[in-house]
């Protein structure tokens, strides 16, 4: 079955520190990935998509995340946190070719210190 | 565009009550998707609806039902509340590969 591990459930970083929140998926083929993010009494916004192609994607807000099937990961990276990326993050991962039904990690919440 | 919609934003209901919960998609979308996010936990996917007809389901039981309407508007029903039903419930809607997702609702069962 498919499934997405995100292993940190805390992360706290200084503003303008590098950011990286890991997401592991298992799928048994090509899956179409994503990363969303939620503020507090929020819905989910997507950050960005990997469906094929570049396994380097960029999203928005100055995100992106790398596609590596042989660690099975899609790791989301930001050089420069700012102090209004504090949310908590999923990674999905499709589960039908439209990649509209979507299985989702436990998310990361994201603290970031002034 | 009011992008996708969803009410009530809050309620509450008693143990064994019955809710009704709704959703209205973007302009365009003619696919909804329901998912349930308990606290501190990521979304699970409960079912998708399109033509009107519940087209997937996720591992949710049967008092957990739906309904998609002409105008791609979508209903979640809950019967016999359960304490474990408390959650947010946010509704996505999609066309192609575009999928967008309500601010939920929020449900307390007590």
């Known amino acids: 079955a498919q499934s997405v591990t995100q292993p940190d459930i805390h992360i706290t970083v200084s503003e303008g520190a590098s950011l990286e929140l890991r997401c592991n998926y298992s799928y048994g083929a090509t899956p179409y990935l994503f990363w969303y993010v939620q503020s507090p009494g929020q819905g989910l916004q997507l950050l960005l998509k990997?469906?094929?192609?570049?396994?380097l994607v960029q999203g928005i807000k100055g995100f992106e995340a790398e596609f590596k099937r042989s660690q099975s990961s899609f790791n989301l990276r930001k050089p420069s946190v700012h102090w209004s990326d504090a949310a908590e993050y999923f990674c999905?991962?499709?589960?039908?070719?439209?990649?509209?039904?979507?299985?989702f990690g436990g998310g990361t919440r994201l603290m970031v210190k002034p | 565009d009011a992008g996708v919609t969803q009410s009530p934003t809050h309620l509450i209901k008693t143990r064994g009550q019955q809710v009704t919960l709704r959703c209205s998609p973007k302009s365009g979308h003619d696919t909804v998707s329901w998912y349930q996010q308990a606290l501190g936990q990521g979304p699970q996917f409960i079912f998708q609806?399109?033509?009107?007809?519940?087209?997937q389901r996720g591992n949710f039981p049967d008092r957990f039902s739906g309904h998609q309407f002409p105008n791609y508007s979508s209903e979640l029903n809950v019967n016999a509340l359960l304490l474990g039903d408390s959650a947010l419930y946010l509704c996505a809607s999609s066309f192609a590969y575009e999928q967008y997702f309500g601010p939920g609702t929020r449900l307390t069962v007590t």
């Open positions: 999905a991962v499709a589960l039908n070719n439209a990649g509209n039904m979507l299985t």
């Open positions: 990997y469906f094929s192609g570049d396994t």
């Open positions: 609806y399109y033509e009107e007809e519940e087209r």
